[in-house]
């Protein structure tokens, strides 16, 4: 079955920096792109980082492009997320995806807070 498991949250300051990571099994990673989603208090689930199969291509929500960098070591089969100059806007639950399969895992919680 399909499996991804979400790590490497936690509390940071603001301004700071945060590399999560995405463990994929169960499905072949390397043909899949691959989202980053996240959900705040009260908020709905957004997008906030697409990759391509060979991270050639990467899109990113509006808020977030020039902090976020998405990355994939299909080897692994992982997915990364780097954040830098992090904002309290960015406190959420963070999710892996692979695009077209409608599995989630249990996420991962970042919170930016002074």
């Known amino acids: 079955q399909v499996q991804l498991v979400e790590s490497g949250g936690g509390l940071v300051q603001p301004g700071g920096s945060l590399r999560l990571s995405c463990a994929a099994s169960?499905?072949?990673?390397?043909?899949?792109?691959m989202n980053w989603f996240r959900q705040a208090p009260g908020k709905e689930r957004e997008l906030v980082a697409s990759?391509?199969?060979?991270?050639?291509?990467?899109m990113y929500y509006d808020s977030v492009k020039g902090r976020f960098t998405a990355s994939r070591d299909n080897a692994k089969k992982m997915v990364f997320l780097e954040m830098t100059n992090l904002t309290p806007e960015d406190t959420a639950v963070y999710y892996c995806r692979a695009v077209g399969v409608n599995t989630w895992g249990q996420g991962t919680q970042v919170t930016v807070s002074s």
């Open positions: 990759i391509t199969t060979f991270g050639n291509a990467l």
């Open positions: 169960g499905f072949p990673f390397s043909d899949y792109a």
